[in-house]
């Protein structure tokens, strides 16, 4: 009964332990305030500040500021600090989605988490041709140094299906491909044998003809080495009848018919 009771306790507190580590990280109402400061930044000053350098004229104003001039405008002009960089690339991004977006007609609602030492905020904006997202970091202290800012237009309906249908369309398209490609490399398997055994022809032919040349020259050297005995025996046989003749007294060798010659090993 004890054990049953102890395994009873242990589980709930198994289950009370993966419901805690489920659950969001609680907020301090200190971060709450930064993230609604960050929420009020981003909605009425930083978004409406960069929809003016929308504008081609305005797109060129800080050309030829360096970085910590920029800085230092913005935080006297607007009373921000801000990242010299971090507003160039901003005014880039927002003249940039100008051509997507059109000009901005409404900023509505807004978002903003917490990341590390970054305060993330998302605002959502209404233009002329279409909705966007708004980006914008603050370092995550007292000061909402502003990090980043970006505008990024929201693909349409029609836009995600186009997109949908040609992604679609080209993985149907690389798999018949693969599949075609499959087909002719099994294809090809057929005609394998039929080349092995032609080259394997070849070969045998090739080696035929060798072994005929090397029996045609044998032959010839046989034929040769025969002539050359019979004529080497016609003359020994010459040579052996004068001899005889010579030994009889004989003035030629017409009494006489040398018929066959042994030789005495």
Same mark, same amino acid.
């Given at each position: 009964?004890?054990?049953?009771?102890?395994?009873?306790?242990?589980?709930? &507190?198994?289950?009370?332990?993966?419901? @805690?580590?489920?659950?969001?990280? +609680? /907020?301090?109402?200190?971060?709450?305030q930064k993230l609604e400061v960050?929420?009020?930044?981003?909605? +009425?000053?930083?978004?409406?500040?960069?929809?003016?350098?929308? #504008?081609?004229?305005? @797109?060129? /104003?800080? #050309?030829e500021y360096t970085l910590d001039?920029?800085?230092?405008?913005?935080?006297?002009?607007?009373?921000? $600090?801000?990242?010299?960089?971090?507003?160039?690339?901003?005014?880039?991004?927002?003249?940039?989605?100008?051509?997507?977006?059109?000009?901005?007609?409404?900023?509505?609602?807004?978002?903003?988490?917490?990341?590390?030492? %970054?305060?993330?905020?998302?605002?959502?904006?209404?233009?002329?041709?279409?909705?966007?997202a708004a980006e914008v970091i603050? *370092? $995550?202290? =007292?000061?909402?140094?502003?990090?980043?800012?970006?505008? $990024?237009?929201?693909?349409?309906?029609?836009?995600?299906?186009?997109?949908?249908?040609?992604?679609?369309?080209?993985?149907?398209? &690389?798999?018949?491909? !693969?599949?075609?490609?499959?087909?002719?490399?099994?294809?090809?398997?057929?005609?394998?044998?039929?080349?092995?055994?032609?080259?394997?022809? =070849?070969?045998?032919?090739?080696?035929?003809?060798?072994?005929?040349?090397?029996? $045609?020259?044998?032959?010839?050297?046989?034929? %040769?080495?025969?002539? &050359?005995?019979? +004529?080497?025996?016609?003359?020994?046989? @010459?040579?052996?009848?004068?001899? !005889?003749?010579?030994?009889?007294?004989?003035? *030629?060798?017409?009494?006489? !018919?040398?018929?066959?010659? =042994? =030789?005495?090993?």
């Amino acid at each position: 009964m004890k054990k049953k009771f102890l395994a009873l306790i242990c589980m709930i &507190t198994c289950i009370f332990g993966l419901t @805690a580590c489920g659950s969001e990280e +609680t /907020l301090t109402e200190y971060e709450q305030q930064k993230l609604e400061v960050a929420k009020q930044l981003a909605t +009425t000053n930083v978004v409406p500040m960069f929809a003016d350098f929308m #504008d081609d004229e305005n @797109a060129k /104003l800080y #050309d030829e500021y360096t970085l910590d001039e920029i800085a230092y405008l913005f935080n006297s002009q607007y009373s921000m $600090n801000v990242d010299g960089y971090a507003v160039v690339k901003a005014i880039d991004s927002f003249h940039s989605a100008k051509k997507d977006v059109g000009e901005i007609q409404s900023i509505d609602s807004a978002d903003a988490e917490i990341d590390g030492k %970054q305060i993330i905020v998302q605002v959502e904006v209404t233009g002329t041709k279409k909705s966007a997202a708004a980006e914008v970091i603050f *370092s $995550n202290d =007292r000061f909402f140094t502003m990090e980043s800012a970006s505008l $990024n237009p929201k693909a349409s309906m029609g836009e995600l299906m186009g997109k949908a249908a040609l992604n679609t369309l080209i993985g149907m398209g &690389t798999v018949f491909v !693969v599949l075609i490609l499959i087909s002719l490399i099994i294809s090809c398997f057929g005609f394998i044998p039929k080349i092995q055994a032609k080259a394997a022809a =070849r070969k045998e032919a090739k080696k035929a003809a060798k072994s005929d040349g090397i029996d $045609n020259a044998v032959a010839q050297i046989t034929a %040769q080495e025969e002539v &050359t005995e019979e +004529t080497d025996d016609l003359e020994l046989v @010459a040579v052996i009848a004068a001899a !005889v003749a010579a030994y009889e007294g004989s003035a *030629s060798t017409d009494g006489f !018919v040398v018929r066959s010659i =042994r =030789r005495r090993v």
